[in-house]
């Protein structure tokens, strides 16, 4: 686990953040842009011999496929994940889409997971599921669990997840003046 810049040298900067990475969507990107070639190349230079419904329908078709697995996994490449004195916010992807901000008044607490994975939650991307709440999971590892107070959760995969949640609970639990530990 590599430590954040802020990780021990500052316990609760003014602003944490941190990310995670999946290369291997990067594969499943390269898939999509197969699929949006083949659609391409079938549509310019096609002998296709049964008509032109058929020959519409799969260029059609191609080109969509690709376009759903290419945007769909783009968007989950990374995540990043800021902490202020006010809010945790979640950015997605290279065009910080789907976004997600929960104010710290909406979180009850937070917890350290070590271990998150895709099969958890029913594979990799912004997921919910009614039993375990809503998580964004770009890969297998580290995550932290914030727990609202409306009764859901969030879970989310970041690197340095410990300290984002040492952050998170020192804004919940602001030490009063004259407090001693």
């Known amino acids: 686990m590599r430590d954040h810049p802020h ?3 500052a316990p609760h900067p003014d602003i944490w953040t941190g990310r995670a ?3 291997a969507q990067w594969l499943a990107a390269l898939v999509g842009a197969a699929c949006m070639a083949l659609g391409i190349e079938l549509a310019v230079d096609s002998a296709w011999t049964s008509g032109i ?11 969509a496929a690709g376009l759903l697995v290419l945007f769909g996994t783009l968007a989950f490449v990374h995540v990043a994940v800021k902490v202020d004195k006010e809010c945790l916010e979640v950015r997605c992807g ?4 789907p976004r997600r901000r ?12 070590p271990r998150v994975t895709p099969c958890q939650w029913g594979g990799w991307g912004y997921r919910w599921r009614p039993e375990k709440g809503t998580a964004v999971v770009v890969r297998r590892g580290e995550g932290l669990v914030l727990r609202l107070w409306d009764g859901h959760t969030f879970t989310i995969t970041v690197d340095n997840a410990e300290t984002a949640v040492r952050v998170i609970r020192a804004r919940l639990h602001p030490t009063l003046p004259g407090a001693t530990h």
């Open 53 to 63: 419904a058929p020959l519409v329908m799969s260029v059609v078709g191609c080109i």
């Open 21 to 23: 990475t999946n290369r």
């Open 94 to 97: 290279h065009i910080g889409v």
């Open 102 to 113: 929960i104010p710290l008044a909406h979180v009850a607490g937070a917890e350290f997971v």
């Open 7 to 9: 990780g021990d040298e």
